[in-house]
């Protein structure tokens, strides 16, 4: 008996001091579906690493960057491993506020990770973000109705084209809108659809002395376009929908057309979610015969930050997540069709994913379409396709992002919302010595 005890107490013991010893990393992250499904499957991590224990903080799009901005800018140190995009690795890595991916173990395949993708993650030769997915944008469309309309859709279509179609196929009585677009306020919500808008009309931000162009008539036909086409066939409340809000619409069949992230393709074509998995089409952003598309070119990464303790922890958790291996967990688990897109060029050689994923080749074309170098017709001072790579542009775009938010719910008129962006613009790039 008194052995029995003993043993007891010793296994006790033992389970006490490993509880001690493992580490708890705690992962900030995105409330996108490819996020959460990433959650579901982390058994297969744990498992492995059973010296590791993960912590989740899960959060909408805009409260997720401005919680990991100020945690990283003041060295708050809340966050283990952060989900954060392609504007945000360049200017925080020079701040030295990331680590380097130096580590990610020998089979990880650096090369492997599609080049348009990975130069926008790295800095002086470093890998300072790993793509969980990368994404572009195109059109997803209900072939059933542009049947029913009498309609062909072009593998590379106008924006008149589109302007006509999304209007002949909306049907208030049915609920049906011709076309749903991001309105919610937000530099990476309606400011990244509008921007890569903005650029196949000619627009841009900045001029090459850094004045802005808000005042120009390039914005204003971009503004005016958007503004009318949503009144006339975009979904009521538009102004409050952002990526979720969309897709929602979309797979519940109240969407004709819907210009957003490539990403988006795997969930709009699962019947598991979606009314209309069997009725989409996909073809390119929309131009205006002017050399630019209004697509964008992002990826969603995982970076661990400076000022964490666990950074070796924090590394395996990111080489894992992003990794050949998880792509195949997820193709095992979900099926190839829902693997996280747009970051290994591997992915889009498999047969099994192009058997899979009618979208990929649209997805791989609309990504090296977008040339983040040169992204408007104009020449400019930066780069971004649907961001400025600078420190401002993240208060600066939400700011304009509310003025056309507010133009697109009527609280303003058009010429005043640009107005006031031309005015705001202004006076945040005067004070930051950009412009005197």
């Not at 001690?20 to 992962?27: F, R, Y």
């Not at 969980?132 to 593998?155: N, Q, V």
């Not at 069949?253 to 699962?270: H, L, Q």
Request: aromatic content about 10%.
């Amino acid at each position: 008996m008194k052995l029995c005890s003993l043993i007891l107490g010793l296994c006790s013991a033992s389970a006490l001091a490993f509880a001690a010893h493992a580490e708890t990393l705690t992962i900030a992250t995105v409330n996108n579906g490819d996020m959460i499904r990433m959650q579901k499957l982390t058994d297969d991590f744990t498992s492995k690493n059973p010296d590791i224990e993960l912590q989740w903080v899960t959060l909408e799009e805009n409260v997720l960057r401005e919680r990991v901005t100020t945690d990283i800018a003041t060295k708050g140190g809340q966050y283990d491993v952060m989900t954060i995009g392609t504007y945000e690795v360049p200017i925080w890595a020079k701040q030295q506020w990331l680590l380097p991916l130096e580590n990610l173990g020998a089979d990880y395949d650096v090369k492997d990770i599609i080049p348009a993708i990975a130069g926008g993650l790295s800095a002086d030769g470093k890998l300072y973000a790993a793509p969980f997915y990368g994404e572009s944008s195109f059109i997803m469309y209900r072939t059933d109705l542009f049947e029913k309309a009498g309609l062909e859709m072009p593998e590379a279509p106008t924006w008149e084209f589109i302007g006509e179609a999304a209007r002949k196929i909306t049907d208030r009585s049915a609920d049906i809108n011709g076309i749903c677009l991001r309105g919610k306020a937000g530099w990476g919500e309606n400011m990244a659809f509008l921007t890569a808008m903005s650029n196949s009309f000619g627009a841009r931000w900045f001029d090459e002395t850094w004045q802005p162009q808000f005042d120009q008539p390039e914005w204003k036909n971009t503004l005016d376009f958007y503004v009318k086409l949503m009144n006339d066939a975009g979904p009521q409340g538009a102004s409050s929908n952002g990526f979720n809000e969309n897709l929602a619409l979309f797979q519940q069949g109240k969407c004709g057309m819907w210009i957003d992230a490539t990403v988006a393709a795997s969930f709009v074509s699962n019947p598991k979610d979606s009314t209309v998995a069997d009725k989409v089409g996909y073809a390119l952003a929309p131009d205006n015969g002017l050399g630019k598309r209004g697509n964008w070119l992002w990826a969603w990464s995982l970076a661990i930050p400076a000022g964490t303790q666990k950074a070796a922890a924090a590394e395996k958790f990111v080489a894992w997540a992003t990794s050949k291996d998880y792509l195949a967990l997820v193709a095992s688990r979900e099926g190839w069709a829902n693997v996280p897109p747009g970051t290994r060029v591997s992915l889009y050689e498999n047969p099994e994913y192009q058997k899979a994923a009618p979208f990929a080749k649209m997805t791989l074309d609309s990504i090296n379409s977008a040339d983040p170098t040169k992204p408007t017709v104009k020449p400019v001072p930066y780069v971004g396709v649907q961001f400025v790579a600078i420190p401002e542009f993240q208060g600066l775009g939400t700011t304009v992002g509310q003025l056309f938010s507010a133009a697109l719910a009527g609280q303003m008129t058009v010429d005043d919302a640009l107005a006031q962006a031309q005015s705001a613009s202004v006076r945040e790039m005067t004070r930051a010595g950009y412009i005197k």
